[in-house]
């Protein structure tokens, strides 16, 4: 059985950082991509970083270049996303997302991605 655990959300004042994290059972992540999706109030799903396979190789959008570092532990099977200067408008709750295919590289797309875990609350504010 696929799943997938975020964890490490929580309150932290503008500037703050976090690292989040997704466990992964049921798959060895080291053969997927794996990306990281965030939604706030009111508004759709966000591709905003993902991970590939055999080189690493890393996309971020835009809105958080330059301040989030996605990463992975093949030998803990968890992926990671720290977060630094973090700014009021990355509240949201913040979903990781498994390629079941074999794919090297990645992508931000929600149609890339075939399993979702639950997601976790970020609540940037002072």
């Known amino acids: 059985q696929v799943q997938l655990v975020e964890s490490g959300g929580g309150l932290v004042q503008p500037g703050g950082s976090l690292r989040l994290s997704c466990a992964a059972s049921?798959?060895?992540?080291?053969?997927?991509?794996i990306g990281w999706f965030r939604q706030a109030p009111g508004k759709g799903r966000e591709g905003i970083s993902c991970?590939?396979?055999?080189?690493?190789?890393?996309i971020y959008a835009d809105s958080v270049k330059g301040r989030f570092t996605i990463s992975r532990d093949n030998a803990k099977n968890t992926a990671y996303l720290q977060m630094n200067s973090l700014k009021p408008e990355d509240t949201a709750v913040y979903y990781c997302?498994?390629?079941?295919?074999?794919?090297?590289?990645?992508?931000?797309?929600?149609?890339?991605?075939?399993?979702w875990g639950q997601g976790t609350q970020v609540t940037v504010s002072s």
């Open positions: 991970i590939g396979t055999s080189d690493g190789s890393t």
């Open positions: 997302a498994l390629d079941r295919g074999f794919g090297s590289s990645c992508g931000i797309g929600f149609y890339d991605y075939d399993y």
């Open positions: 049921g798959f060895t992540l080291a053969n997927h991509a």
